[in-house]
């Protein structure tokens, strides 16, 4: 799908909603503090500045972002019975729609002081991230995104889980055409000025292995190692990419 600049600009100011929840829950982020606060605090961004959650009730999702911490990869549902301890880390995915346009990005945190081993994965993961970001221009290939991501992350000795991936960005927050992050054996279609994509590596500590809860939506590591989560979502314009949820 291409996207016209009036597009992309109700795109950034969705955008800039999802920056804000990303500065104000991570901001929020300490021991003691419940998975549910922190949605509040999304809640309270979405309400202020007269967006609408994407997640809430998304195929029935009751919140207004995912939290997911330690060896839960994504789509963990907040709970005012899951309180964070010094060492955990959490992945906060966020996103609100402005003027019928999405914005969605996540990220991942540590809670007090956390251990070198989680901090590496949570710097990897990040990198690894804007490594995929960099080759989002016109003309390069929509998998060459993935390859990057794997390399980065395979490179450090981790894994990127396969079962979820990115996806296009619009009018609705998951469109056609998804982007793995890892080369899935074809270059895929070429990258064009007006593509959005969000770009969004799972990287594991140990297999890439996934399971997923009795509760329909959590999703953890297979082997219970740890899992970092990174996400942006990105304009492809002329001078290159645009990063639209950026704090
Ligand atoms: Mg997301
Ligand atoms: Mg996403």
Not at 58 to 73: E, L, Q, R, V, W
Not at 108 to 119: D, F, L, N, W
Not at 183 to 212: H, Q, R, S
């Amino acid at each position: 799908m291409i996207r016209n600049k009036e597009e992309i600009a109700k795109m950034r100011k969705a955008g800039k909603v999802v920056a804000e929840i990303i500065e104000k829950t991570r901001a929020a982020v300490r021991p003691g503090i419940t998975t549910l606060d922190l949605d509040a605090v999304a809640r309270q961004v979405i309400h202020e500045r007269s967006a609408r959650s994407n997640f809430l009730n998304y195929h029935g999702f009751p919140a207004t972002i995912c939290t997911s911490p330690n060896d839960m990869i994504v789509h963990g549902i907040p709970s005012s019975g899951c309180v964070l301890s010094e060492g955990d880390i959490i992945s906060i995915d966020c996103g609100a729609i402005i003027e019928g346009y999405h914005g969605d990005a996540a990220y991942t945190v540590g809670v007090g002081e956390i251990s070198k081993a989680a901090q590496r994965l949570i710097e990897v993961t990040e990198a690894s991230l804007w490594a995929g970001i960099e080759v989002m221009r016109e003309g390069n290939r929509l998998h060459e995104i993935g390859r990057e991501v794997q390399k980065v992350a395979e490179a450090a000795g981790y894994s990127v889980v396969r079962k979820y991936v990115g996806h296009a960005i619009g009018t609705a927050m998951h469109e056609e055409p998804q982007v793995p992050n890892y080369w899935p054996g074809t270059p895929g279609p070429k990258l064009k000025v007006g593509n959005v994509y969000a770009l969004e590596p799972m990287v594991n500590v140990g297999t890439p292995d996934t399971i997923e809860l009795d509760d329909g939506w959590s999703v953890m590591t297979a082997d219970g190692q740890l899992s970092a989560h990174f996400e942006h979502s990105i304009a492809i314009t002329e001078d290159g990419p645009e990063v639209l949820t950026r704090p």
